[in-house]
């Protein structure tokens, strides 16, 4: 490995690549370390701020401390973000992300409800992985190319570093720790008795990605599969365009 550091920017990394450097934790010393850290404040002093600014002003704020805890402050250069009450194209649905024109849109009120704040901000983590993977990464370098877009981009790239980063975040601060499950719709909520069993899988999936370095092996399509769609409830972002 050079001394370089680690630039996404550059749209040409192995999605294992991309995953590492989201995860990996730097020296205390580091600026990114200082950069974590005043982006993890600012997070969690937004979220138990008792008085809030409208929900398009909150995400907007919380994609700005996101970004450089997570993404290397990648996201808010090549990304936009627009936040309307339906989509009258799919009125179910709760998010995307247009690879095409780098553009995350939320959706607040599907089908004229109202959805919580947590789980809007659980769509805007889901989009920001989303283009996070979709911008920087190179297909051909993936270890398991096809997993980059299976299940309309919910594949286990994309699932492994999603519950990564919700993990963390739910370390944050204790009215944090129930981030995301308790904000999983009804379809996710009937398979939770095997959350804890499909996460078990996911983390093995993942293991088996990073140690098939040079064998050719066929990645982690194989064995036994775990019900993202159950886990996460994905199916509330789709139609996912193709990226370049
Ligand atoms: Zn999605």
Request: proline share 6%; aromatic share 10%; hydrophobic share 35%.
């Amino acid at each position: 490995m050079s001394n370089t550091p680690f630039c996404p920017q550059k749209r040409s990394h192995a999605p294992e690549e991309l995953i590492s450097a989201v995860m990996a934790v730097p020296p205390k010393t580091s600026l990114r370390h200082a950069a974590q850290d005043a982006a993890k404040k600012a997070f969690v002093a937004l979220y138990l701020q008792p008085t809030k600014p409208s929900t398009e002003l909150l995400l907007v704020k919380y994609m700005a401390f996101l970004d450089p805890f997570f993404f290397f402050e990648s996201l808010c250069q090549d990304v936009s973000l627009h936040v309307s009450q339906e989509d009258p194209l799919k009125p179910g649905r709760h998010g995307v992300f247009f690879s095409s024109r780098g553009e995350i849109r939320i959706f607040l009120n599907p089908k004229g409800g109202r959805r919580k704040l947590d789980d809007v901000l659980s769509t805007l983590i889901h989009e920001m992985v989303h283009a996070y993977l979709l911008i920087f990464s190179k297909k051909s370098l993936a270890k398991s190319p096809g997993e980059l877009y299976a299940h309309d981009c919910h594949g286990v790239y994309w699932s492994g570093l999603f519950l990564s980063i919700v993990n963390v975040v739910r370390s944050w601060h204790p009215k944090l720790n129930t981030f995301v499950t308790r904000v999983k719709s009804k379809s996710s909520q009937k398979a939770e008795p095997n959350e804890k069993e499909s996460l078990g899988l996911l983390t093995k999936k993942l293991t088996k990605l990073s140690l098939e370095e040079d064998n050719g092996a066929g990645g982690a399509g194989d064995g036994d599969e775990v019900d993202i769609e159950r886990l996460f409830g994905v199916e509330h972002c789709s139609a996912h365009e193709e990226p370049y």
